[in-house]
């Protein structure tokens, strides 16, 4: 009986499927595969060159950064001039290290963005083409804890 058991669980195991990632291979040889990514993810990537630029203006150019979390998005809006004024708030938890620095701490911050997408919701009514219009300025940047300056 527990031969049949061990062979029939021998079968299971070889039969069943090994990967739950979905793979293709071409022609060439190489693999094209889906894989799940979280919205943050996109918007991490988009805003990549500005965080960098950031940290870069506010530790040094030899300073990386790794993306802890998104913490906030916020729609603003504004209706108190003649004309209405719609952006983001987008603001990033943040840990950077500088190789440089023998002992180096990692250091815990947040960076704010402003981005003016230059449409409300998808609106129809803006005629955005490309993704070059979309504003993204810094807004704030905030050492939270860990600090190797040594001022």
Same mark, same amino acid.
């Given at each position: 009986m527990k031969k049949i058991i061990s062979s029939l669980l021998l079968i299971l195991i070889v039969l069943a499927p090994i990967s739950v990632v979905s793979a293709e291979v071409d022609l060439s040889g190489k693999i094209k595969k889906e894989i799940?990514?979280? /919205? !943050? +993810?996109?918007?991490? &990537? @988009?805003l990549n060159p500005y965080v960098t630029d950031a940290v870069?203006? !506010? %530790?040094?150019d030899n300073v990386t950064w790794r993306l802890e979390r998104v913490k906030k998005i916020t729609l603003m809006? &504004? %209706?108190?001039?003649? +004309?209405? $004024?719609r952006w983001y708030e987008v603001s990033l938890t943040i840990t950077t *290290?500088?190789? &440089? @620095?023998?002992?180096n701490l990692p250091e815990l911050g947040t960076i704010t963005f402003y981005i &003016? /997408? $230059?449409?409300?919701f998808g609106s129809s009514e803006v005629e955005r083409k490309n993704i070059n219009d979309v504003t993204v300025e810094l807004k704030d940047y905030i %050492?939270?804890?860990? *600090?190797?300056?040594?001022k």
């Open positions: 799940y990514a979280a /919205p !943050e +993810e996109l918007l991490v &990537d @988009i870069q203006k !506010e %530790h040094g809006v &504004d %209706h108190t001039g003649s +004309e209405s $004024k *290290t500088n190789p &440089d @620095i023998k002992g &003016d /997408p $230059k449409t409300y %050492h939270q804890f860990g *600090t190797n300056d040594k």
